[in-house]
């Protein structure tokens, strides 16, 4: 004589819940690998640069400038001097640069002294700096 501890109804619901439950998991897994697969690819990323202040004449902290396609967006390239509307930026972020911005000779007068001007925060810093 067979004993059935729980009714066939009660294992088949059972049966039914746990197979939900592992759709929906390996739905989410699919879904997080997917996600991370995702930010390996190109897309907007932010150019950032540092604009030259004419007033100071020192180099601000680094700004977003625009946006540019790229997979990644390194800062290991040597600095260049990008022009948008009247102000001068140095940045070196390697290239795409942002559309909107133009790329101005180095050896122009005005490239050439913003490549060469120190960061305005090293010169709040410098003791020298307050001195008359």
């Given amino acids: ?32 690998l997917a996600s991370a697969a995702g930010c390996e690819e190109a897309g907007p990323r932010v150019y950032t640069a540092q ?3 004419l007033e100071t004449s020192c180099l601000e902290t680094y700004a977003p400038l625009g946006l540019v396609q790229a997979e990644a967006v390194s800062s290991l390239c040597e600095p260049v001097c990008l022009l948008l509307g009247e102000d001068r930026y140095v940045s070196a972020v390697c290239p795409p640069y942002p559309a909107e911005t ?19 925060d090293a010169l709040e810093e410098s003791p020298d700096a307050a001195a008359p």
């Fill in 102 to 120: 133009s790329l101005e000779p180095e050896d122009s007068d005005g490239c050439a002294a913003a490549l060469a001007a120190p960061s305005c």
């Fill in 51 to 53: 604009r030259h202040s």
């Fill in 1 to 32: 004589m067979k004993v059935d501890l729980l009714p066939q109804s009660v294992l088949a619901r059972a049966r039914a819940r746990w197979r939900r439950r592992l759709v929906v998991l390996l739905g989410t897994a699919a879904g997080l």
